[in-house]
């Protein structure tokens, strides 16, 4: 069974600094990695989503990396602003039971504080 | 630019009432999904649906049911509310399964049972 954990589960810092955080997972038959974004009371906003046969993706300030023999995946966040504050979950799709099936990770919660 | 609809931001019922989810996206995919999210326990899978008049059962589907006469449309119904059933709901659509496969979300439902 697919397990996906991130750590921190919560996470502070000033602004203007490159942060990481981390999303792992017990399982590597997967379709893809999505990374999220959830801001309180909100849905959830797609960011980056990185193919299995893929090792990275970027879009603006943020890079996402998959490293699959080692079940980890990475969210950089370069120069952080007040406004990445926010809930960032990933999520695998991968196969369970012969079903194709998408598993979160319960999130890390951001504040980038000015 | 609003993709996937949930026509109930917020809702307030009473134990024992039927109440009805709505969900429309207007991106013609084919699979659909509603989840729960709670605080600690992250996304749940309720329900999901990989075609019209088709459903599948997630992880909790325990007193909830779905209904998908139309592709743009998937219902979640409780069928009697319980005070358990206090949460945030939350529907996504997707295309057919592949490893490009982004999950678009809509901006949630936070029902609250008395």
């Known amino acids: 069974k697919q397990e996906v954990t991130q750590i921190p589960a919560a996470l502070s810092v000033p602004e203007g600094e490159n942060l990481v955080l981390n999303c792992s997972f017990t399982d590597s038959a997967i379709y893809n990695l999505q990374w999220f974004r959830q801001d309180p009371g909100k849905g959830l906003t797609s960011l980056l989503l990185?193919?299995?046969?893929?090792r990275e993706q970027t879009s603006g300030r943020l890079n996402a990396s998959l490293d699959k023999s080692s079940g980890r995946s990475t969210l950089y966040i370069a120069a952080s602003q007040p406004g990445d504050s926010a809930t960032y979950l990933c999520?695998?799709?991968?196969?369970?039971?012969?079903?194709?099936?998408?598993?979160f990770g319960k999130g890390t919660k951001l504040t980038v504080n000015p | 630019d609003v993709k996937v609809t949930q026509s109930s931001r917020y809702l307030v019922k009473r134990t024992g009432e039927k109440v009805f989810l709505e969900c429309v996206q207007d991106m013609d995919h084919e699979n659909m999904f509603w989840y729960r999210q709670d605080p600690g326990l992250g996304l749940r899978l309720i329900y999901f649906s990989y075609d019209v008049k088709m459903k599948e059962k997630g992880d909790i589907p325990e007193g909830y049911s779905v209904s998908r006469e139309k592709k743009e449309r998937f219902s979640l119904i409780l069928e009697s509310a319980s005070t358990n059933q206090t949460s945030m709901y939350l529907c996504?659509?997707?295309?057919?399964?592949?490893?490009?496969?982004?999950?678009?979300f809509g901006a949630g439902s936070r029902l609250t049972v008395l």
């Open positions: 996504a659509s997707s295309l057919s399964p592949s490893e490009a496969n982004v999950l678009t």
């Open positions: 990185i193919q299995s046969s893929q």
């Open positions: 999520a695998l799709n991968s196969i369970q039971g012969g079903s194709e099936k998408l598993v």
